[in-house]
């Protein structure tokens, strides 16, 4: 932004600052959008984003094609860096091998969300790559999907930590979840994909606040900031409870998904695990 614009920004800020009792805000991803606006669009874009959190106003006040519009990859680059970065939790920071950030397309229409990492994604830096990833990866390719057409990403970046000397992995506490939820804000509201999904109870606390059993959550519409949210069982469970009816509720859930994203469904693929 020339010195002009932004004097010209400040000033206007320090007048509604002066006027109103509400401070101006904006989010991190609103003023990286910002950032990369051209000068001449600039000031009143600020102007309206200096009143909301939301990435909306300032995209929508870009005109659309503008090749100044920011990269969603460089968005998630500058999010990505601070969670590797972020000690929020002291233990987890102290304990992981590395921050798992997500993966896949910036552009997908399709988002998925799990819990945490565990050890093998602790490990590689990369979610859902141990036995329940690679089950979710076989799920994506009977919807037609490749692990890079979707985008995947934990509500939690870190490991949850284990006593020393003890194998496996253990769910995230609300805390951590609570403390960690703004990155995954802060990603969805960058790829502002067209539906989510999320895996197991426990993304869906993570996610909405809320608690409820997977027979009640499951198989039906919910929102997230408006995009449609589909619930449903984590490939984990899958793993432990291989019953053809337990897999058959989780395709009818994808199903349900593609029809969203108005995909064309095979005979075949509406008749897996029938
Ligand atoms: S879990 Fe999230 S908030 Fe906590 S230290 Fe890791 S990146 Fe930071």
Redesign the pocket.
């Known amino acids: 932004m020339t010195q002009p614009a932004l004097d010209f920004v400040i000033a206007a800020l320090e007048r509604i600052r002066q006027k109103d009792s509400r401070a101006p805000r904006a989010s991190r991803t609103a003023l990286a959008l910002l950032q990369a606006v051209p000068a001449a669009t600039a000031a009143p874009i600020v102007l309206r984003a200096a009143y909301t959190t939301s990435v909306d106003a300032v995209e929508s006040a870009v005109p659309s094609g503008d090749p100044g519009a920011p990269d969603k990859a460089d968005l998630l680059a500058a999010v990505r860096e601070r969670?590797g970065a972020?000690?929020?939790?002291a233990h987890?920071?102290c304990s992981?091998t590395q921050?798992v950030f997500g993966v896949g397309n910036p552009d997908a229409d399709l988002m998925f969300i799990g819990e945490a990492p565990g050890a093998d994604e602790d490990r590689e830096g990369e979610p859902f790559v141990g036995r329940a990833g690679q089950l979710l990866t076989r799920i994506l390719k009977a919807m037609n999907f490749a692990r890079e057409d979707v985008y995947i990403a934990n509500i939690?970046?870190?490991r949850p930590d284990m006593p020393a000397g003890s194998f496996g992995n253990r769910p995230p506490t609300p805390t951590?979840m609570q403390?960690?939820r703004p990155?995954l804000m802060e990603q969805i509201e960058i790829i502002q994909p067209s539906v989510l999904v999320a895996l197991g109870a426990v993304a869906v606390e993570g996610l909405l606040g809320t608690r409820g059993t997977m027979r009640e959550l499951r198989g039906r519409w919910h929102t997230y900031n408006s995009i449609p949210l589909m619930i449903t069982y984590h490939p984990a469970y899958l793993l432990r409870n291989q019953a053809p009816s337990e897999k058959r509720k989780v395709w009818e859930d994808m199903l349900q998904v593609l029809e969203r994203l108005e995909q064309p469904i095979s005979d075949r693929q509406r008749n897996y695990f029938l």
């Open positions: 969670v972020c000690t929020k939790c987890l920071a992981r921050t939690l970046k870190c951590e403390t960690c990155y």
